[in-house]
């Protein structure tokens, strides 16, 4: 597996592209909506410092081989959102995992469908990952018409399978291929 993010073209003029020190404005914005911090390591207290201290654990995630973690930007080449593909369990599992998130400003525009597009033909192809899973919350139906909308089949509901806000939730698997 390559230890470097690569640049990546997207549908309708968007691009995925490594995260960068001056991605903070993303991420201040990321930091205030209810959910975002919850399921990710976005700090939900935002300061310059952690914002950073963000955006150098995403480079060492590559750097180690555990994920390749992207932010998507639009046409304009503003940074609106994420989508991450995490490999670090696939010699143990067979399969990498698939993950993203938009900003509250930018939803409703197709972004996460461009990036998740974009980074399981990426992941299927070049890298020749097997299998990718995705795990979504029952309530979620932007993300589960995503997933969907993407070509990805959903598997199982997997009771109390992942921890958000403290408690275990219930996750809808989806699969390629």
Do not use: C, K
């Amino acid at each position: 597996m390559p230890r470097v993010v690569p640049e990546i073209a997207a549908e309708h003029g968007f691009r995925l592209r490594r995260w960068e020190l001056t991605d903070r404005a993303l991420l201040r914005e990321a930091a205030t909506d209810p959910y975002i911090p919850l399921i990710t390591t976005v700090p939900a207290a935002y300061s310059d410092a952690e914002a950073d201290a963000f955006v150098h654990r995403q480079w060492r995630r590559t750097e180690i081989g555990t994920g390749y973690p992207f932010v998507i930007e639009d046409a304009d080449g503003q940074a609106v959102g994420n989508v991450g593909l995490w490999v670090g369990e696939l010699p143990l599992r067979g399969y990498a995992t698939a993950g993203y998130w938009v900003v509250g400003g930018a939803r409703g525009r197709g972004v996460a469908l461009a990036g998740l597009n974009a980074v399981t033909a990426w992941g299927l192809g070049e890298l020749a990952v097997p299998r990718i899973e995705l795990h979504v919350e029952p309530w979620n139906t932007g993300s589960l018409r995503t997933a969907e909308r993407a070509g990805y089949r959903r598997e199982e509901l997997m009771p109390a399978h992942q921890e958000v806000g403290g408690e275990l939730r219930d996750m809808w698997r989806f699969a390629l291929p």
